[in-house]
């Protein structure tokens, strides 16, 4: 089932990391529905916001360029919006281990002064924030469903946990009306495809598209994918739920799939192109979770969410975006 | 069994948080066994650090005044020690609520700078983490055994939570062997009295000495409490085993008693005093976690440690500390 549009008709609505890869795919989506739209990014070329991303909304939505460490600006920019969708984020595990800092300054720390923003100023806010299976760490069991213990392997995931808890917290303690998705590998038009910062398929399409052979590590891992038109609609329908507050779900995929067997059908799907398989780098290997795949069953009964986008059409609909943009991403 | 004082005997011991209530305990017994102890403490009037609790001890150990969120003086003084107790903290519940940012530098943020100074200036030393029973949150099911989901229902819990992952994540990637005890309710001389932040049985104590009548929130809350010497032991074997390194420990009392028997009792031991009994005040009843004890058969199995002090005993001890010492405290 698609996400209610009348939820957001006329409705003010934040998206931090608004210029990124979900956040400008859900920023069109509310434009359709007739909200009036403010997009934070701070558009720190390491990350993945870019103004191309909105290109097709850009006279309909307003851009406040500014970072979610800055206090002062997210102290006024939460004030009188009817959602907030919390996107922003420090994504690549390997950056968390080199420069820890800075992903606790951007995963937790301006999560809670977010947190304390709005708990201060506009505390009728309604939030979703979009965290990552990454805190899970390497699986107990498969499919991994919310109960499954946190155990994160990186410094990303530390933080990442953090700034799901304080979300949480904020919900029970003071009432702010908070929901977590934890996302699993996002993908689709707009993804970083620079370099594997937002995910490694990214680097791949990239290297597809350029006729370089691109390099699968190991490739026995599983995995699933969540097309970002479905992620969108996970997002949509979290805020638009009045019983979705303090919950946490998981996203998933419509399939289960091997590194090697995604990337066999990524070359299928191009039609041509080739990878190396490659014994795992020492430095990811030490924060590698193994297999992993997501049980979705809580969303599904919860919100009616549910994949509809098969992996085929999604990466069809991907590629297909590329070969058309590519010079725009890389 | 007690601690096996040869592993440190000769060895240079950093104890941050080393003028507090359990730093001081054990720089006591360090010295005792021969160790080369130096103590960071940041002396925050708010905090347990106080130089009288070192009194007995004051010319054979090194004092640095500094704050572990400090990490140019953290980065020099950890080169060349053989052990780390790390045992700085904020640690009142109420206290991260109102100011969470002060918690997160202490408890999250100079946890992961701590670890990169030893990363990268002393990656042998070996690290004693004192982690707390708040991560744990609300109990779901009694006694909590390591396994339980962590859910912490305060700020302090959450930071908390992130220091202690990062121990587990730097000696799982780095090596650097770091060990987690999880305390609870730790209690005894030089423990903190002028007010509630270290525990609600300081300010019990204090106001019992004082012939004021003590406040006992609600009393039907179970808890299990640690004699200092007990706690003390505790961090001594996980420094001094081999088998320690990447591991969570519980440690436990000796009994499991209500809030109201443990008045009852304290008032027993001291001969009079009176108490009254309340309802929570709204701020603390938010972040209560209703009853809690620990299964603490990890530790036991692991490294032998069980408490030795009766509860009993223990407040008998205590409560002499302050008969004499009170005037330095409040």
Redesign the interface.
């Known amino acids: 089932m698609a996400a209610d549009g009348r939820v957001f008709e006329g409705k003010k609505v934040l998206v931090t990391g608004g210029l990124g890869f979900i956040g400008s795919n859900l920023a069109t989506r509310l434009v359709g529905f007739g909200a009036e739209v403010l997009l934070v990014d701070s558009l720190i070329p390491e990350y993945g916001g870019h103004l191309f991303n909105i290109q097709q909304v850009r006279e309909k939505v307003r851009v406040n360029i500014s970072d979610v460490r800055d206090e002062h600006s997210m102290r006024y920019l939460v004030q009188g919006e009817d959602f907030l969708f919390n996107l922003a984020g420090q994504t690549s595990h390997l950056d968390s ?1 080199t420069d ?2 800075t992903d ?1 300054e951007i995963n ?2 301006a999560q ?2 977010i947190l ?1 923003c709005c708990r201060k100023y506009n505390p009728s806010l309604e939030i979703v924030f979009a965290s990552t299976r990454q805190i899970y760490g390497k699986p107990e069991y498969l499919p991994v469903n919310e ?1 499954h ?2 155990r ?4 990303n995931g ?2 990442k ?2 700034g799901e ?2 979300h949480l ?1 904020y919900h ?2 003071y009432g702010i009306r908070s929901c977590v998705l934890r996302l699993t590998n996002t993908y689709g038009p707009r993804m970083r495809v620079k370099d594997a910062r937002q995910t490694f398929l990214g680097v791949w399409i990239r290297q597809l598209m350029e006729n370089k052979p691109f390099e699968v590590w190991d490739g026995t891992q599983l995995r699933d994918f969540t097309y970002v038109d479905d992620a969108v609609d996970a997002l949509l329908m979290a805020a638009g739920n009045d019983h979705a507050g303090g919950h946490v779900f998981n996203l998933g995929g419509d399939c289960v799939i091997s590194l090697k067997d995604l990337a066999d059908l990524l070359i299928e799907i191009h039609g041509g192109g080739e990878y190396v398989l490659r014994s795992f780098p020492p430095n990811r290997k ?2 590698d979770i193994g297999n992993y795949y997501a049980d979705f069953s809580r969303i599904r009964d919860a919100l009616n969410w549910r994949p509809t986008i098969s992996l085929r059409e999604g990466l069809t609909r991907t590629l297909a975006f590329y070969r058309e943009h590519l010079s725009r991403y890389v």
Chains 1, 2 share one sequence.
């Open positions: 281990m820890p800092y606790l937790a720390r809670l002064s304390e109960s213990p946190l994160p392997v990186d410094v530390i933080n946990m953090a808890c304080y917290l029970t303690v030490q924060i």
